[in-house]
């Protein structure tokens, strides 16, 4: 599976964003995507996650009622919605692909196979 996480850039806090993950390969092999952040200086942490057949999302608290995540079945896509973004949400988003259930929770990054490059969101005040 490889990933290409794109729609990064530079915003205003209250402003609206959306971040692009294609995937393509063997998507099929993929249980679902996760979205993961790192901002300056801290380690990377868990955002949001979509099942591949769109039917669980799960969010952090940090983003919930702010962040939407969706996918997009026919172009093997999935979506970050960012609503209201602060300050605090400036950071390299990376989206990921999930194991399955079996490898542990979606909340954790070991459990992830494939990533995409990053890419860099942020808000200013």
């Known amino acids: 599976v490889q990933l290409q996480a794109s729609g990064g850039g530079s915003v205003q806090a209250g402003d609206s964003l959306r971040l692009s993950c294609a995937a393509s390969g063997r998507t099929f092999s993929s249980y679902g995507i996760g979205w993961f952040r790192q901002a300056p200086g801290k380690g990377r942490e868990f955002v949001a996650y979509i099942r591949w057949t769109g039917d669980r999302t799960v969010y952090a608290d940090s983003v919930k009622g702010r962040f939407t995540i969706s996918r997009d079945g026919a172009k093997n896509t999935v979506y970050l919605h960012m609503t209201s973004p602060n300050t605090e949400d400036t950071a390299v988003y990376y989206c990921?692909?999930?194991?399955?259930?079996?490898?542990?929770?979606?909340?954790?990054?070991?459990?992830?196979?494939?990533w995409g490059q990053g890419t860099l969101v942020t808000v200013s005040s």
């Open positions: 990921a692909s999930y194991r399955g259930p079996r490898s542990g929770s979606y909340i954790y990054e070991r459990n992830y196979a494939y």
